[in-house]
């Protein structure tokens, strides 16, 4: 089992920069294929990028060329840098880790608050 603590949200201005971090505690952390999703308000969770257990990325395409998804297994952490913020990128971020074919093993965090205002 995971557990999963975001830090680094905040509030930034457009075209700012932010780099939250989500923390696993527990065991067997490289195994797992890591996410970043967000949520707007009024609007459903919608994945940002993903990093998978064998380092492989992807992205949404709203967040192509501005974001960059990262893991460090032996710190158990996994990083997303944000750049050239905009309004719309406002949400809660969100960390998950999985197993491909295996839903028991399908962990949330908390969530981190993004703000991007001027």
């Known amino acids: 089992q995971l557990q999963l603590v975001e830090s680094g949200g905040g509030l930034v201005q457009p075209g700012g920069s932010l780099r939250p971090s989500c923390t696993a505690s527990?065991?067997?952390?490289?195994?797992?294929?890591m996410g970043w999703y967000r949520q707007a308000p009024g609007k459903q969770r919608e994945v940002v990028a993903r990093?998978?257990?064998?380092?492989?990325?992807d992205y949404a395409d709203f967040v192509t060329g501005r974001f960059g998804i990262s893991r460090d297994n032996d710190k158990n952490v996994v990083y997303l840098k944000m750049n050239r913020l905009k309004p719309e990128d406002t949400a809660v971020y969100y960390c998950?880790?999985?197993?491909?074919?295996?839903?028991?093993?399908?962990?949330w965090g908390q969530g981190t608050q993004v703000t991007v205002s001027s």
């Open positions: 990093i998978m257990n064998v380092g492989s990325t």
């Open positions: 527990g065991e067997r952390f490289s195994i797992y294929d």
């Open positions: 998950n880790a999985k197993i491909k074919a295996r839903p028991e093993y399908d962990y």
